[in-house]
């Protein structure tokens, strides 16, 4: 470990257990958000590191204070407005207080269903936890423009800067991988993701999954990790999930939806504790990837393969819009064909504000004190 040039990550999850998701609630897409400072600067150490264990510092936080130049804290989805519960905000602030070197923040956003300024509410201990950071750091990262005004509306910073996802320029060589598959990616087949069955678009995309064997990439849900796990045991009864039962209510033949959702998850349901694992599925076996998670789809372009973003709430409308990322609201998808769907995964913008994106980026990184990322094209 080179002292002058280590740097701490801490926060969202590089890789997940065995446990997840069934006695371990998380979210696998935030691995993608965990990694990205992993990879972007080759000495970083995330606090799960073995290898600081075997250190002279034995443990994260004197390793950070004696080793290190900085501290990259992922954060993801930490704001959730109307809460009024401030416990882990206050929590999370007493941690970061126990560090003594330079904080940067990457992925900071509010979770919200849309962007009513109005009516945004935090709780104080949220509104402490913001002004604290942004007393750390140079620059306070914040995701989009909507996160940006309600944290300069509640807690009064004057230093929050827009980056967008940090995710997105953490594997810049398959940007160029992108590029090319977009012109001719002929193998693999379609991969889908959902958020919440709730919605009956939501539903229509996994029953569209289901009938056309498209792969399910699950980065949450206990529920239908059961359901494959279940489709995989050896019992001749097989139990459909209510919430994916719903997706075939007006068949009058419900053993016959039983056998076809059982072999769909034997075969196309997809969960990953491991990124590289994530991106080596995507390369070999994908041909583009759609859906409501924006991590889900990340990992697809961070692997080089297509995918569009299906938009429902404030967070992956201002991470698209800032990134400009091919996007279609949620109620249009029910009306689109499989044609139609890849034929909006058009990347013109996005290619043609890379450019600006990388620049704006490494602005953020150099006023924190960090070194530049390469634009690869």
């Not at 606090?47 to 804290?73: G, Q």
């Not at 709430?313 to 949620?330: I, Q, W």
């Amino acid at each position: 470990m080179n002292k002058s040039t280590s740097i701490g990550v801490m926060g969202c999850l590089p890789s997940l257990p065995l446990s997840f998701p069934l006695d371990t609630p998380e979210n696998s897409g935030n691995m993608i958000h965990a990694n990205a400072p992993l990879n972007m600067f080759p000495n970083s150490f995330h606090s799960k590191d073995r290898r600081i264990a075997a250190s002279e510092d034995k443990s994260f936080r004197p390793f950070v204070n004696n080793s290190c130049s900085h501290l990259i804290v992922t954060m993801a989805n930490t704001l959730v407005l109307g809460r009024t519960d401030g416990t882990n905000y206050s929590r999370f602030q007493r941690a970061l207080e126990q560090y003594d070197k330079p904080i940067v923040v990457f992925g900071l956003g509010v979770q919200a269903n849309g962007y009513d300024l109005e009516n945004a509410f935090l709780p104080k201990e949220a509104i402490e936890l913001i002004k604290f950071l942004s007393h750390k750091t140079e620059l306070l990262g914040v995701r989009g423009e909507y996160t940006k005004k309600v944290i300069e509306k509640l807690c009064g910073v004057k230093n929050a800067f827009v980056t967008g996802c940090p995710s997105l320029f953490s594997r810049p060589e398959m940007l160029v991988k992108l590029r090319e598959n977009l012109r001719d990616r002929g193998q693999g087949r379609l991969a889908v993701n959902v958020t919440n069955l709730q919605r009956p678009d939501e539903r229509h995309i996994l029953k569209t999954a289901i009938d056309n064997n498209y792969y399910l990439i699950e980065p949450v849900s206990r529920i239908s990790h059961q359901a494959h796990i279940d489709a995989l045991s050896l019992k001749a009864e097989y139990t459909v999930p209510v919430g994916i039962r719903r997706l075939y209510e007006s068949f009058s033949d419900q053993s016959e939806i039983s056998l076809k959702v059982r072999r769909y998850f034997q075969t196309y349901y997809r969960l990953f504790r491991n990124v590289d694992a994530w991106y080596e599925f995507n390369d070999e076996y994908v041909s583009h990837t759609y859906g409501t998670r924006f991590h889900v789809n990340m990992a697809s372009i961070l692997s080089g393969i297509p995918a569009l973003w299906i938009t429902h709430d404030a967070r992956t409308r201002e991470l698209t819009d800032f990134l400009h990322l091919p996007n279609v609201p949620l109620t249009d998808i029910p009306k689109m064909t499989e044609v139609e769907i890849i034929e909006s995964m058009n990347y013109d913008n996005f290619f043609d504000n890379l450019s600006n994106l990388f620049g704006n980026f490494n602005a953020y990184l150099e006023t924190n004190g960090l070194p530049k990322i390469k634009n690869p094209l």
